[in-house]
């Protein structure tokens, strides 16, 4: 049985056998957004993706920790 993913961009992800090609950041944020930080716990709904912005936002000015950071929880976009 093959598990699939049908992403917003139109993409087709099988999680256990990711082609880098079809991964979009679109359809990463755009799930990111959608998936409630510490199971749904909190008094307002509060997103991975802001999560995410957050700590990406609080990198000692390196860009590269600053896209670490941004993108650290990506994979929650598939698993």
């Known amino acids: ?42 008094p307002i709904f509060y997103s991975v993706s802001s999560h995410s912005i957050n700590c990406s936002l609080s990198a000692n000015s390196s860009s590269t920790d600053a896209l670490f950071l941004l993108l650290h929880d990506a994979s929650e976009a598939y698993l």
């Open 1 to 42: 049985m093959k598990s699939t993913i049908f992403t917003t961009s139109g993409k087709l992800i099988d999680p256990f056998d990711i082609d880098p090609d079809r991964i979009i950041i679109e359809d990463i944020a755009n799930a990111l957004s959608h998936i409630p930080r510490f199971g749904g716990h909190t």
